[in-house]
């Protein structure tokens, strides 16, 4: 036979009515020494519990700041493909990351002219993620492969260089007044290609700077010697200002550095279409004890800055791109540095520290 509804609540209020008389009894029961002691045991208790909260935070935060400091971009992902956590650098390289997807996170991947390490594994449920950035070590690989490469050529081709000047000098000797301008030519085209032969000879060993006592009018004599082994075809004047000073460099190997800047001037003028005459101005000076460069010309605009430096790329329509990356190698073991300081008029500026 069914209870009616009042039935029901009234035997609920009566066992919870009850269950209070004998929660009262039972504790009517312990004494007030016992009650003292569990009041203690309850907020030791909760004392515990909040240190535990505490340190778990505290060991999250720092797992996390070393997660954030690490040089590797880290993704952990849910099961459900949702991210449980990724630091900074894997919110830098979304799209990277969906590149990376398509080959199961795994290899190398190249994206925003940069190249990156793939790796994962899965922990409790969950895919963990790598991304390391091997740009540097690839572009190190690339340049050491490409430079052993060159300086065989170099060699090889230094050789038949070699027999072609003997006998063009020869030529010269029999020739009339009417060659002797096409032999001349002969002789600035051979120069040129030894100049890029002994340039990528050198920035394929290496540079070590000899630094030694020279004035700065010394240098500039040296780039008007090598500016007359240059063919060009517009009217370029070409204007120094250069400090009667004494300053400690290596002579031939700044020489080099200041010859490449000028040809590259010289080849930005040829090369603006819409330009008749050429300017270009180098300064030099000592300054605060520091030895400061500065080139400058009004030829054509820099294309890309970031293939400024970079070796065996160039956007001239002569050259192999060595120049300016050989160029940074001498400043650097000068201890110095190389800045663009203004794109639009094209000036850079050289500082080395005039001490040994």
């Known amino acids: 036979m069914e209870k009616d509804k009042n039935t029901l609540e009234f035997e609920d209020a009566s066992t919870l009515s009850d269950e209070k008389v004998i929660g009262k009894e039972m504790l009517e029961k312990i004494s007030s020494n016992d009650k003292n002691e569990l009041l203690e045991l309850l907020n030791e208790f909760i004392l515990q519990t909040y240190k535990i909260e505490k340190e778990f935070k505290d060991y999250k935060a720092l797992y996390e700041w070393v997660i954030e400091i690490l040089p590797q971009a880290i993704w952990v992902i849910n099961n459900n493909g949702s991210f449980f956590y990724k630091n900074t650098l894997a919110s830098q390289i979304e799209s990277i990351f969906e590149e990376a997807k398509k080959h199961n996170f795994n290899g190398e991947i190249e994206g925003d002219e940069k190249t990156y390490l793939f790796q994962s594994n899965s922990i409790q449920n969950r895919q963990v993620v790598a991304a390391t950035d091997i740009t540097l070590q690839k572009r190190q690989e690339r340049l050491a492969s490409m430079g052993q490469v060159s300086a065989h050529l170099a060699h090889e081709i230094r050789n038949p260089i070699g027999s072609i000047s003997i006998l063009t000098s020869t030529l010269l000797k029999r020739s009339d007044n ?138 001239k329509l002569k050259g192999n791109g060595l120049g300016l990356a050989l160029s940074l190698q001498i400043v650097e073991a000068h201890n110095g540095s190389i800045k663009l300081l203004d794109q639009e008029q094209k000036i850079f500026e050289i500082k080395i520290p005039n001490f040994l």
Request: hydrophobic residues 40%.
């Open 178 to 315: 009417s060659l002797k301008p096409i032999v001349f030519e002969i002789q600035k085209s051979l120069w040129r290609v030894e100049r890029i032969i002994s340039a990528t000879l050198l920035f394929s060993k290496g540079v070590s700077a000899q630094k030694n006592l020279h004035n700065l009018m010394e240098l500039k004599n040296d780039i008007e010697d090598v500016i007359e082994q240059y063919t060009y075809s517009k009217q370029i004047d070409i204007l120094f200002d250069f400090q009667d000073k004494e300053a400690l460099f290596d002579l031939d190997l700044m020489g080099i550095v200041m010859q490449n800047f000028v040809y590259n001037s010289i080849d930005a003028i040829e090369d603006n279409d819409n330009l008749s005459n050429g300017q270009i101005l180098i300064k030099a000076g000592v300054i605060d004890n520091q030895i400061i460069f500065s080139i400058s010309d009004n030829g054509k605009p820099i294309e890309n800055k970031n293939l400024l430096f970079e070796p065996f790329k160039t956007t």
